[in-house]
């Protein structure tokens, strides 16, 4: 099946930094969404985005595609941000279900 | 819209009892994922369901585990004789997949179990 890397897995900073977390698939995707787990273990679904760039507030995301990367951009840190950042692809060759990488966990300290 | 509803939110069993996890979708989806979550790990596909119907179980462990989705009510992910390794966030997902956004998955909270 896909495989999904997520780097970096862990990631420290201070509030007002800007981060960058990336998400490397092993094959075609016709879906990919990044979500923030938080410490309270809701996963919160940031981006559905398996081509192209958007923005929401602080956090924006693009996805190539052709070069099988995804990568999510947060802007100004807040202790907010603190939680786990998942990527999750389907694969193009029909499995349904969502593939997760193992995440980045990400301390934003005061 | 009240989003995905799982139920219970937590839920304790011994071992040797079972575990029924149950998952509302959002209204308007009619396709149900179960995902599952072991400590510090990322989350496993189990099980995509429409209604009546399971379209790929490929995830789900061939001994105790069963999931449906009837006609009316919710999804059922039922686990059978928990054994502690059983012991995971249970996570249900929901989408239209039909139209627009077809393909984004919702999630609900999840639903904690622990086995003694």
């Known amino acids: 099946g896909i495989q999904v890397e997520q780097s970096p897995p862990d990631l420290i900073l201070q509030e007002g930094a800007n981060s960058t977390l990336r998400c490397n698939f092993s094959d075609s995707v016709n879906n990919l969404q990044w979500f923030h787990q938080n410490p309270w273990g809701q996963l919160i679904n940031l981006f559905y985005?398996?081509?192209g760039t958007k923005q929401n507030g602080r956090l924006s995301a693009t996805t190539v595609a052709t070069e099988r990367y995804s990568l999510l951009y947060i802007s100004s840190s807040q202790t907010t941000d603190s939680g786990v950042y998942f990527c999750a692809v389907v694969g193009g060759g029909g499995a349904d279900g969502l593939t997760f990488g193992k995440g980045t966990h990400l301390i934003i300290q005061p | 819209n009240a989003g995905v509803m799982q139920n219970p939110r937590h839920l304790v069993r011994r071992r040797g009892q079972e575990a029924r996890l149950r998952c509302s979708p959002m209204?308007?989806?009619?396709?149900v994922y179960w995902y599952r979550q072991l400590p510090e790990e990322g989350l496993k596909f189990m099980v995509y369901l429409q209604k009546e119907n399971i379209i790929d179980e490929s995830g789900m462990p061939k001994e105790r585990f069963s999931a449906e989705f009837p006609k009316e009510g919710p999804s059922i992910l039922r686990i059978q004789q928990v054994v502690r390794g059983d012991s995971a966030a249970y996570f249900c997902?929901?989408?239209?997949?039909?139209?627009?956004?077809?393909?984004?998955?919702?999630f609900g909270a999840g639903s904690r179990l622990t086995v003694l």
């Open positions: 985005i398996p081509s």
């Open positions: 997902a929901s989408s239209p997949r039909t139209g627009v956004g077809a393909n984004v998955l919702t």
């Open positions: 209204k308007g989806h009619s396709h």
